[in-house]
């Protein structure tokens, strides 16, 4: 006994749709990081150095090669007094 191809169709037309969401999540991810791949297994100097480099840059994962730091980030300490 086959299977209705009506059901064949729903199926894949889910299949469709779950596959689109994935795609689509992965994309903003990807974009929120810089064009960057996720990092895993974050430890406290990474996110120093995380928070280090959006202080300079704006982006968490922005770098930047000027050795000259941006005017008033000498008084930009993540401390609060």
Same mark, same amino acid.
């Not at 889910?14 to 994935?22: D, F, G, Q, R, T």
């Not at 999540?25 to 990474?46: C, E, F, T």
């Not at 995380?50 to 000498?74: I, K, S």
């Given at each position: 006994?086959?299977?209705? @191809? ?8 889910? +299949?469709?749709? +779950? ?13 929120q ?17 995380? /928070?280090r ?6 982006f968490?994962?922005g770098?930047? /090669? ?6 008033? @980030? ?8």
């Amino acid at each position: 006994m086959g299977v209705p @191809f009506e059901a064949l169709l729903r199926m894949g037309s889910c +299949s469709l749709c +779950s596959a689109l969401a994935e795609l689509g999540y992965q994309k903003v991810r990807h974009m929120q990081n810089g064009g960057k791949r996720a990092r895993h297994s974050i430890d406290q100097w990474d996110k120093q150095m995380m /928070d280090r480099d959006f202080r300079l840059t704006g982006f968490l994962r922005g770098q930047t /090669d000027n050795p000259a730091a941006p005017a008033g @980030f000498e008084v930009n300490n993540p401390w609060r007094v």
